[in-house]
């Protein structure tokens, strides 16, 4: 490990706080963490964690009540809402337990849909999509809608979709929560290939201690704080 | 790129058909009454002034005023004022009818219809001919010497009115006086007309005790001579015989133009009215797309989200929702435009069975049908701006979280 580390997402003492009505609930306390590029991390949790608003911040889907969340160095308070949108669409690929496929489109459609937020061009982006969804075994598939497929089929087109716009990172919440052992363990074994081939950062956000094998370094959350960072082999 | 913002929507279109539907008719139906309100009017506009420029714009018409053609004015020109026409000048030719509702009798049965009481004179049965667009189709006019003879309408030549068809020699009774059935007009087109019949003045003023009393008068100017002038001479050549002050006249000359445009005017006004009343339907359709645009957003609050986390801004959102109401509106219309040119053809179909072709002819207007597919889409695209503006705000976590 003596590669120079480069931090591609950070937190700094991030707080986040739901008000409903006259109570509010602090379900972030002062997060501080810093991923790494290149890194495998597993943010692990029982539920009432904080886990989701912990991965909304993270994947910069949201904004924190207080503190500051800095993607690839950029202060990302400084953005509109579509820039920041323009901005997640292109550095991060997500991967969610929902699967989260649009309903009236092919798979090879749902797997183009973030290029075209992008402006690629239709021959790349048709080339890209084609070969990602060959690369996780659904070429014969391209054309079938997310109800003509099978929640591990579902699960594989939505990480060929992370993946159209090459993100350097893939957050993934809970990809295995809804399928098979056998479906989750072909998407764990694509997500643990995207790291050691393709050098993706991977933030895998769980509640299965069972996942935190595949990590470099793995968050343990509990009640909106960070109670241990520990750092593993990111072995199978 | 912009297929794109296409290609959705279209989806989104298909897979909610029945709602598709039902919103499409909203539009289309306000669509298809404007559409075939103008078509019609057009057409009917074009009619008219055919029908017009038939008679000659030479032809001056004096009528009684107040009254249409000498029905419903307690005055009636007289023969004096026929004398006064002839003598203008610019006029080469005046004749003067009668015209009342008579009652016909005939095989034991009684139909009541109008009566024209016309000149024997040839040049001037000629100018009748003329000015009322009519021919003798089946045996002969009235000529000099008829008096209890009765030219009739065509449809007593070929309709059942009296549950028998009139031959020519058969004999008719009129107001209870004996004439004999001469000839059969051609078809004019306009049921009152071609269920008429056409005796001579003579006759005329005998069976209505109407002697020196004309419906009305028809002069015919000489070719070099403008209509309007002659008859703004005549008009103070009536007024001085009358002793009337300007704006107290008893009568009013008409040509042909001023019929036509007294027609186009009010047609136009009927139009406008008619076309409001189309544009309310029009008004609640857009209403109807905005209504199923706020449903579609609640419906799709999730895969916005989801857009929204893969990299969508807010732009992209709008986009989606506007193109979608305004392929709406822009189906709407085409579904309109092709009902609302159905439907007015369909009345061309109607005219040509009722009144013979070439009366109303249907064209299609493709500036309107043009200018109607963009407006339609506009009104799509207006209907979805408020729904789309609340999709495209949307926060992207709590999206994700809707069920």
């Not at chain 1, 479906?183 to 643990?192: A, N």
């Not at chain 2, 023969?79 to 006029?91: A, F, M, P, R, Y």
């Not at chain 2, 895969?303 to 893969?310: D, Q, R, S, T």
Request: charged share 25%; net charge negative.
């Amino acid at each position: 490990m003596t590669k120079k580390t480069q931090p591609v997402i950070e937190l700094k003492k991030v707080w986040k706080t739901y008000y409903m009505g006259k109570v509010s609930l602090d379900v972030l306390k002062g997060i501080n963490l810093v991923i790494n590029k290149g890194e495998f991390v597993v943010i692990v949790g029982p539920s009432g964690s904080g886990k989701s608003t912990m991965m909304n911040q993270v994947g910069v889907l949201d904004v924190p009540t207080s503190g500051t969340i800095y993607l690839n160095d950029i202060d990302i308070s400084t953005l509109s809402e579509s820039d920041l949108a323009q901005l997640r669409g292109k550095t991060i690929g997500f991967v969610f337990q929902q699967f989260n496929l649009i309903p009236t489109l092919t798979a090879l459609e749902n797997v183009t849909l973030p290029t075209i937020f992008q402006n690629v061009s239709e021959k790349e982006r048709l080339e890209k999509a084609e070969a990602l969804l060959r690369m996780v075994d659904l070429g014969e598939r391209m054309n079938h809608k997310p109800n003509e497929l099978s929640g591990g089929q579902q699960q594989r087109v939505a990480i060929a979709r992370a993946l159209v716009n090459d993100p350097e990172i893939i957050l993934a919440d809970e990809p295995t929560g809804n399928l098979d052992s056998k479906s989750g363990q072909q998407v764990m074994d694509f997500l643990s290939k995207l790291h050691s081939q393709k050098h993706k950062t991977i933030i895998l956000v769980t509640h299965d201690l069972e996942l935190v094998r595949y990590a470099q370094k793995v968050v343990f959350l509990k009640d909106g704080e960070i109670v241990r960072i520990k750092h593993g082999h990111g072995k199978k | 790129m912009i297929i794109d913002y296409f290609k959705i929507p279209v989806k989104e279109i298909r897979r909610r058909k029945l709602r598709s539907w039902l919103t499409l008719i909203g539009i289309f139906i306000g669509i298809a009454a404007i559409i075939s309100l103008i078509t019609l009017g057009q057409g009917l506009e074009n009619a008219i002034e055919q029908q017009f420029s038939a008679l000659g714009k030479d032809k001056l018409f004096i009528l009684p005023k107040g009254g249409f053609f000498g029905m419903g004015s307690s005055e009636q020109l007289t023969s004096d004022d026929l004398e006064i026409i002839q003598k203008t000048s610019g006029v080469k030719l005046a004749t003067g009818m009668g015209y009342a509702f008579a009652r016909y009798e005939f095989n034991d049965l009684v139909h009541y219809g109008f009566i024209s009481g016309i000149s024997t004179d040839p040049e001037e049965r000629a100018l009748v001919g003329e000015a009322q667009t009519w021919k003798v189709g089946e045996g002969r006019n009235v000529r000099k010497g008829d008096k209890f003879k009765i030219v009739l309408g065509y449809e007593h030549s070929q309709n059942n009115i009296f549950e028998k068809r009139v031959e020519l020699g058969d004999k008719m009774l009129i107001q209870d006086r004996e004439f004999n059935v001469i000839g059969f007009l051609e078809k004019i087109g306009s049921p009152p007309d071609d269920q008429a019949g056409f005796i001579p003045l003579e006759a005329y003023e005998e069976v209505f005790n109407a002697k020196d009393e004309l419906g009305f008068i028809i002069a015919q100017t000489h070719a070099g001579d403008d209509p309007l002038v002659v008859a703004e001479d005549m008009e103070k050549e009536l007024r001085d015989d009358h002793r009337l002050d300007e704006g107290d006249e008893d009568f009013e000359i008409q040509t042909p133009e001023q019929f036509a445009e007294a027609f186009g005017v009010v047609l136009d006004m009927v139009q406008i009215v008619l076309i409001g009343i189309a544009s309310i339907a029009l008004l609640v359709g857009g209403i109807g797309i905005m209504n199923t645009m706020y449903t579609a957003v609640l419906q799709r609050t999730r895969e916005i989200g989801i857009m929204k986390a893969i990299g969508a801004r807010n732009e992209h959102i709008l986009y989606l929702f506007l193109v979608e109401s305004g392929l709406y509106g822009f189906f709407g219309g085409l579904i309109g435009i092709v009902l609302g040119i159905g439907f007015a053809k369909l009345v061309e179909l109607a005219f040509v069975i009722a009144v013979g072709p070439a009366f109303l002819s249907i064209k299609i207007d493709w500036m309107l049908v043009i200018g109607t597919l963009i407006f339609s889409f506009l009104i799509g695209v207006l209907s979805g701006v408020a729904p789309a503006r609340r999709a495209s705000k949307l926060n992207p976590v709590d999206s994700l979280r809707y069920e």
